[in-house]
């Protein structure tokens, strides 16, 4: 596979960078430190196509391919890793799954918005008793005249306090299983639905992370995606493009924790030396070098497969496993590199750590994606 960038897919890398070194970098620390959600980096994003990169041209998207996503996500997460989550979602979890699912109807209504940064996305599947074990949907979805009656709660739900449009997986056939859930496009304003709590975390403190409530919630017929039934199908195949975007999310961290820690050693000294011209430390910058060009391969190669429209599922499961553990390894080197500055909030290499850690976990843990690449493997 030739991975020789074009000009478009450089020109992305190169304005991502700029912005994320421009917008984002000042208040990083900051917005993490209150929680504060970036709402006016958001905005920008959006003018700039990078909130509906993959969305075509005539939706109001910037027509522009998974690679070019790749790059950016990487650049905007090597800063700000809280708006690499926002960004992820928005793109490949929700103005993917409507663009390649949704009715052209329900893609004229929605995806100008969301692809200009007008109004923002969420994707809402994780329940209490379904995390992991996804197809054990709560939530109900009763067909009432030309609406469907929405009742239950969905948790983890990034972007959840601020978005306008919430993609919501929910059982309308509890009977049938995984068979019985379908996906529904609710927006805020319908009586119903509210945001139950914003969780506190550990990392990625500027996203917002919230449970949400679905009571008696209306919702019009036509907002269903897809059939009846079609919703389980919908949120895991969506998921297999979702977790290129998380691929990049940790490849950007564990880039900024290489950058950080070379830098750092460059200038630190002890023992009569800068600590680089210590093997000690050559060999932690090596091996995190070498981890993680295999982890952008990976997720390069997965976002190829997507372009090319071949089976990339079980390549993206790859992608997200292997680059969110070099992420974790890369946070934790840096740390171990900085010493004791390493540990304290004023160096950020102690955020590095805190955002990667979520790469393990969301769009489904390291665990799921062992299972994913092995029911490949055995089929
Ligand atoms: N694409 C399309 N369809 C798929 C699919 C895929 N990748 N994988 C499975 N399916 C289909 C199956 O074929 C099956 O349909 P049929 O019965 O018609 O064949 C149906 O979906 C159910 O699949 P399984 O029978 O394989 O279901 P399972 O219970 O064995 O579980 C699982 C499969 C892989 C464990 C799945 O539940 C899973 O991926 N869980 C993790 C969920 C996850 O990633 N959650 C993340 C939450 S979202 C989030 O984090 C977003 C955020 O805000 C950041």
């Known amino acids: 596979?030739?991975?020789?960038?074009?000009?478009?897919?450089?020109?992305?890398?190169?304005?991502?960078?700029?912005?994320?070194?421009?917008?984002?970098?000042?208040?990083?620390?900051?917005?993490?430190?209150?929680?504060?959600?970036?709402?006016?980096?958001?905005?920008?994003?959006?003018?700039?196509?990078?909130?509906?990169?993959?969305?075509?041209?005539?939706?109001?998207?910037?027509?522009?391919?998974?690679?070019?996503?790749?790059?950016?996500?990487?650049?905007?997460?090597?800063?700000?890793?809280?708006?690499?989550?926002?960004?992820?979602?928005?793109?490949?979890?929700?103005?993917?799954?409507?663009?390649?699912?949704?009715?052209?109807?329900?893609?004229?209504?929605?995806?100008?918005?969301?692809?200009?940064?007008?109004k923002l996305g969420a994707f809402a599947l994780s329940e209490p008793e379904a995390g992991s074990d996804a197809t054990n949907q709560r939530t109900t979805a009763t067909r009432n005249g030309d609406s469907y009656v929405l009742n239950g709660t969905k948790n983890f739900t990034t972007n959840g306090s601020n978005a306008d449009v919430v993609l919501v997986m929910a059982s309308t056939d509890r009977s049938k299983g995984a068979k019985g859930v379908s996906t529904f496009i609710v927006e805020k304003s319908f009586p119903g639905f509210s945001v139950a709590k914003k969780e506190q975390k550990l990392g990625i403190r500027s996203s917002d992370t919230v449970s949400l409530a679905f009571q008696d919630c209306r919702v019009p017929a036509a907002n269903r995606m897809g059939d009846e039934g079609f919703g389980m199908k919908f949120a895991l195949s969506t998921l297999d493009g979702g977790r290129i975007g998380i691929a990049a999310q940790a490849l950007g961290i564990a880039q900024a924790a290489l950058e950080a820690s070379v830098k750092f050693s460059k200038e630190r000294k002890a023992f009569d030396h800068t600590i680089s011209d210590f093997q000690a430390i050559q060999f932690k910058l090596a091996d995190m070098a070498t981890n993680i060009e295999a982890a952008r391969l990976l997720t390069l190669q997965a976002a190829e497969l997507k372009d090319r429209g071949e089976k990339f599922g079980h390549v993206s499961a790859m992608a997200k496993l292997f680059a969110s553990k070099v992420a974790v390894q890369s946070a934790l080197e840096a740390i171990q590199i900085h010493g004791g500055y390493g540990y304290i909030r004023e160096y950020k290499v102690e955020r590095f750590l805190r955002d990667a850690k979520i790469t393990e976990i969301y769009e489904g843990t390291s665990e799921i994606q062992h299972i994913v690449i092995a029911r490949n493997l055995l089929q």
């Open 1 to 118: 596979m030739n991975f020789s960038f074009n000009e478009t897919q450089l020109m992305i890398k190169e304005m991502a960078r700029k912005f994320a070194e421009e917008e984002l970098a000042p208040s990083a620390s900051e917005r993490d430190e209150k929680e504060e959600f970036p709402h006016e980096a958001v905005k920008k994003m959006g003018e700039l196509g990078l909130m509906g990169m993959m969305v075509a041209e005539k939706w109001g998207g910037a027509g522009l391919d998974t690679i070019s996503y790749v790059l950016a996500m990487e650049e905007v997460s090597k800063v700000d890793a809280s708006v690499g989550v926002i960004m992820s979602v928005n793109n490949s979890l929700v103005c993917w799954g409507i663009e390649k699912f949704g009715s052209d109807d329900q893609k004229q209504r929605y995806l100008p918005d969301l692809a200009a940064g007008r």
